[in-house]
């Protein structure tokens, strides 16, 4: 997909991001909640999407989460990934979002957002980059600036993330610094590995 041609105005607003939301259900999951017998509930969340938020962070972008739901497992993911705000059980997501934007001191225009249903227009309709997961409401999908292929909980994430450093230019250089240090383990690894043998061939001696 890298000879893929993106729309001029996704691209010019993906260049001025410094934040990034998210939602949760049907977004960094496929929608499906299940509860146990005790009304405990749980979801499955994708482990490339939580990789590029890594990326994301590494490269210098603050990730938060809006949901409207309250849910321990997704206290417990935003913790494990980092997030920078986390805000739950909001039907309203403004409120929150206005925390957010003034609480890191940005701009609407520097705010990107991934949702997939009505509750998310509210934002969608106010920051600077709007996208939607491939398998969101038609109604979201026409107010949004980039549409996923990736379906929510699939790697719809990792695609909106991968696409904004890419347009940033931050994509390439995270790759190559990635390879240099793959490629430094591996000889460190290799220069262990062969020491190792050689100090057990001494000993046998």
Not at 29 to 36: E, K, L, N, Q, V
Not at 106 to 128: A, N, P
Request: proline share 1%; with cysteine; glycine share 10%.
């Amino acid at each position: 997909m890298s000879d893929q041609v993106y729309p001029d105005e996704a691209v010019r607003r993906a260049q001025k991001l410094k934040a990034l939301l998210l939602d949760v259900d049907g977004v960094m999951t496929a929608g499906r909640i299940i509860f146990d017998s005790k009304g405990r509930d749980s979801r499955n969340f994708n482990v490339q999407d939580g990789l590029g938020v890594y990326f994301a962070k590494k490269c210098g972008l603050i990730v938060g989460i809006i949901t409207g739901r309250k849910s321990r497992v997704t206290k417990i993911r935003a913790r494990e990934l980092k997030i920078d705000f986390l805000s739950q059980g909001h039907k309203n997501k403004l409120k929150p979002y206005e925390k957010f934007k003034v609480g890191f001191n940005l701009t609407d225009e520097e705010i990107g957002y991934i949702g997939d249903d009505l509750l998310d227009l509210s934002i969608m309709s106010r920051c600077g980059f709007s996208a939607c997961v491939a398998n969101g409401r038609e109604e979201v999908k026409a107010k949004s600036h980039f549409v996923t292929n990736s379906t929510g909980g699939k790697g719809a994430v990792r695609e909106v993330i991968e696409f904004v450093l890419k347009q940033q230019g931050k994509w390439q250089k995270l790759l190559d610094n990635y390879y240099e240090n793959f490629d430094r383990d591996q000889k460190q690894n290799k220069r262990f590995i062969t020491g190792s043998r050689e100090e057990g061939i001494a000993d046998r001696s």
